[in-house]
């Protein structure tokens, strides 16, 4: 990207950020309100990322498992995760704990586009080719989000929860990331951004629409 494709991205991010963070005020005082009622616990769950060019930040999300819950259990979660609430579940399913991250990128930590930001540990297992993907802000969404949209059920089932997102979603993760680094563009980000609400939706022929730009082989991707 341009440096100017970089202001403009930039101001994107602020803008939509803005706007769904006014948008989806009642739903985010609806799921504060569920969170407090249902345990009394903190309602945000600010997780420990690294960020672009390896800087760490609290990445924000509404809690939507018990307390202290990296105390119980590995960093991945499956939908059938026992340390889920009950209200956790239902925001997860419509995506609803991810809202918070909107103020992750109105301050500059995230952006609306980019790789999923990591726990420190898996970034210390990255090769130098894969230290690329710190290049960039981390995102609230990509290519990688939408491929495996349903990680929680691909995992669901596994014994070892976080040897089995080893084994089946991070490589694809990874590979998709650095498709974005090599390909990153404001075209790119829009059509990431409306594949994103096509997901959401439950647009059925998304997959096939994916496909068309993404430049690698998604049967391969996703085993």
């Not at 009642?26 to 060019?53: M, N, Q, S, T």
């Not at 980019?114 to 130098?128: A, I, N």
Request: aromatic content about 6%; glycine content about 8%; overall charge positive.
């Amino acid at each position: 990207m341009t440096a100017r494709d970089e202001k403009i991205k930039r101001a994107l991010d602020i803008a939509v950020a803005a706007v769904v963070l006014v948008a989806g005020a009642p739903a985010a005082a609806a799921a504060a309100w569920a969170i407090k009622r249902e345990d009394g616990g903190p309602v945000l769950y600010r997780g420990a990322r690294v960020g672009r060019y390896g800087r760490p930040f609290a990445m924000l999300k509404f809690r939507s498992m018990v307390m202290d819950a990296s105390r119980l259990g590995g960093p991945s979660t499956a939908d059938d995760d026992p340390r889920l609430t009950r209200t956790g579940k239902l925001l997860r399913r419509f995506k609803i704990d991810e809202l918070p991250q909107m103020v992750n990128v109105l301050i500059g930590d995230m952006s609306l586009v980019g790789p999923r930001p990591q726990v420190s540990c898996d970034v210390r297992r990255y090769t130098s080719d894969e230290m690329r993907l710190l290049d960039v802000r981390p995102g609230v969404t990509d290519w990688a989000s939408i491929v495996f949209h349903d990680e929680g059920a691909i995992l669901a089932g596994h014994d070892d929860v976080d040897r089995a997102y080893d084994e089946l979603i991070r490589p694809g993760k990874i590979a998709l990331g650095l498709a974005y680094v090599e390909k990153r563009g404001l075209r790119t980000d829009l059509e990431i951004i409306g594949l994103t609400a096509l997901t959401l939706l439950g647009y059925r022929r998304t997959k096939e629409l994916l496909q068309r730009v993404v430049p690698l082989d998604l049967a391969n991707v996703r085993q």
